[in-house]
């Protein structure tokens, strides 16, 4: 992939995603896109002082783009709170498995060290979509029994742990997956169950054992 001319910051950043999707998040280097962009191998410290502020740039952009795709998906979910929140977790994966480099860029640790106060609202947007959509499902008869902050984490472990095993080649080839879409929606139905897509009524609410 050669580079003439035009953005060259937005050039390092599509050649990145690039390397990610096919070879990890440790195969990038400045060095190595600067060779790969066909540039001096200063160019790219004029965009990103090292690797990790060019991952963080990646994890910005993909937290943007989940939150985007996670409210685009409880809107064609309706106005079912229990559906919408479902279809929050499973648009997550969509978006994992569609954008597995952004996907990485966001968990690798490397990010969380030069996290930014850009990225960090990027991350709190993530953060309260999900928590809006757990609270307004508690409401509604989905798990009342539990504090949002359990329901919460509890979905972010079961959409992460979903997500990061549909977007690597390699657990889809170790659990010998055929067809990832089928087995995300088993898997999500396991948290939240496409079945219970209405609230349910006050009287059958679970009471809380004290």
Not at 13 to 26: S, Y
Not at 162 to 170: E, I, N, T
Request: glycine letters at 6%; hydrophobic letters at 50%.
């Amino acid at each position: 992939m050669a580079y003439h001319h035009g953005n060259l910051r937005a050039a390092l950043l599509e050649r990145a995603a690039e390397i990610i999707a096919e070879h990890g998040v440790e195969a990038v280097s400045l060095r190595a896109l600067a060779r790969d962009l066909g540039v001096s191998h200063a160019a790219p410290s004029r965009h990103f002082a090292d690797r990790a502020a060019l991952l963080a740039e990646l994890a910005k952009e993909g937290f943007r783009r989940s939150v985007e795709a996670m409210n685009q998906g409880a809107k064609e979910a309706g106005a079912d709170p229990v559906a919408r929140y479902r279809a929050l977790g499973r648009s997550y994966v969509r978006f994992a498995c569609e954008n597995p480099a952004l996907f990485r860029a966001i968990n690798h640790p490397e990010v969380r060290q030069v996290a930014d106060a850009e990225l960090a609202e990027a991350h709190g947007e993530w953060l309260s979509a999900l928590r809006a959509g757990a609270e307004a499902a508690r409401e509604s008869g989905w798990h009342p029994e539990a504090s949002p902050d359990a329901l919460v984490a509890f979905s972010v472990a079961a959409a992460m742990g979903a997500a990061s095993l549909f977007a690597d080649d390699m657990w889809r080839d170790v659990l010998g997956i055929d067809d990832a879409e089928s087995l995300a929606d088993e898997v999500l139905d396991l948290v939240v169950h496409r079945s219970r897509t209405t609230a349910l009524p006050r009287s059958r609410k679970v009471r809380r054992v004290s």
